[in-house]
């Protein structure tokens, strides 16, 4: 099976500009997570989906992030505009039922910097 | 925040047993306890769970005391592959799925 797949894995961009990162959930997952990962902070939580719709965004650090889930199999996840202090790796998470329950698998993550 | 307590890093000689520790001694009767591991430059891996018997996989084992306020990680036969940060997480097991809550973990480094 096709693990979490995420675009783009590397990014470069410039202060100001719009940065969208993309996200397919494991097919029938029905939870997807957004997390961050910076070496001050570690891993953190920015919001998370259950059947499209957003449980809880209390992590989104402001109003610059948005994230949407138009359908089970997209999301993205939007910086605008982007600031240095965003330069991270994202990762994009999803769980469902199945043989492992409630587990929550990753994928490799986008690596985002902004200069 | 994280529930859970970690040595921040360990050593293991290639091909013993790296007995990963952690400490929850909070943890509440409905809490499963979560092992992810995080090589270099990859997503956060699954790797085992349990509630309180002891589980066992094809990647590690898990013992749980019988108080449940620690468990050990176990990798029977380490490899330089296995070099990693690995995460101890408790989590409630219920209908939904609860968010990951990361800690910083502990840096296992496998020596050749």
């Known amino acids: 099976d096709a693990g979490v797949i995420q675009s783009p894995r590397h990014e470069v961009t410039e202060m100001g500009q719009e940065v969208t990162l993309r996200c397919k959930p494991i097919?029938?997952?029905?939870?997807l997570f957004w997390y961050r990962q910076t070496m001050m902070r570690g891993l953190e939580l920015l919001i998370y989906?259950?059947?499209?719709?957003?449980?809880?965004d209390s992590g989104m650090p402001e109003d610059r992030f948005s994230a949407k889930m138009p359908n089970a199999s997209f999301s993205t996840l939007k910086i605008q505009p982007s600031e240095p202090r965003d330069s991270a790796v994202y990762f994009c998470?999803?769980?469902?039922?199945?043989?492992?329950?409630?587990?929550?698998?990753f994928g490799e993550g986008s690596w985002l910097t902004v200069v | 925040d994280a529930k859970t307590t970690q040595p921040p890093s360990m050593d293991c000689a290639e091909g013993r047993a790296a007995n990963l520790p952690c400490n929850h001694s909070?943890?509440?009767?409905?809490?499963?306890v979560y092992w992810y591991r995080q090589i270099h430059s990859q997503g956060p891996q699954y790797i085992i769970h349990?509630?309180?018997n002891n589980e066992t996989n094809e990647m590690a084992s898990l013992i749980i005391t019988e108080d449940r306020k620690s468990s050990t990680l176990i990798l029977p036969h380490a490899t330089l592959r296995d070099t990693a940060v690995y995460y101890c997480i408790v989590r409630p097991w219920n209908s939904g799925n609860t968010p990951l809550v990361f800690g910083k973990g502990t840096r296992l480094s496998v020596i050749a």
């Open positions: 989906f259950n059947n499209n719709v957003p449980i809880d």
């Open positions: 998470a999803s769980s469902g039922q199945g043989a492992h329950g409630n587990t929550i698998y």
């Open positions: 097919s029938g997952h029905d939870y």
């Open positions: 909070t943890i509440s009767g409905n809490e499963y």
């Open positions: 349990g509630l309180k």
